[in-house]
């Protein structure tokens, strides 16, 4: 078992930024991926970006892509997400999540553990 724990989260203005940090409770030679989705209220869940575990190699979701970096401390199991020039559109519930072993980064079908979640409000 892997829990992850997310922080970071909470309001923030238009045009500001957040960074969300996730923390995985041990280490695990067998991650694959650690990544970020979000929910928003009335929407699906949608894939916002990961990481190759080993390699470094970093994925993003389009509305993200120039304003968010993910990035890793491999020694601390942790995972983070810089979000810049945030918009309302980002308001939404962010979870981290791990692929151990093969799995696909942007499924959430892939990941095999998740943490609770940390909320994001954007305010216009």
């Known amino acids: 078992q892997v829990q992850l724990v997310e922080s970071g989260g909470g309001p923030v203005e238009a045009g500001g930024s957040l960074r969300l940090t996730c923390a995985a409770s041990?280490?695990?030679?067998?991650?694959?991926?650690m990544g970020w989705f979000r929910r928003a209220p009335g929407k699906e869940r949608e894939f916002v970006a990961a990481?190759?575990?080993?390699?470094?190699?970093?994925y993003y979701a389009d509305s993200v892509k120039g304003r968010s970096t993910i990035s890793r401390d491999n020694a601390k199991n942790t995972v983070y997400l810089q979000m810049n020039s945030l918009k309302p559109e980002d308001t939404a519930v962010y979870h981290c999540?791990?692929?151990?072993?093969?799995?696909?980064?942007?499924?959430?079908?892939?990941?095999?553990?998740w943490g609770q979640g940390t909320q994001v409000t954007v305010s216009s």
């Open positions: 999540g791990v692929v151990v072993d093969s799995g696909n980064y942007y499924y959430a079908d892939s990941y095999d553990y």
């Open positions: 041990r280490r695990t030679s067998s991650i694959n991926f």
């Open positions: 990481i190759n575990w080993r390699r470094g190699v970093t």
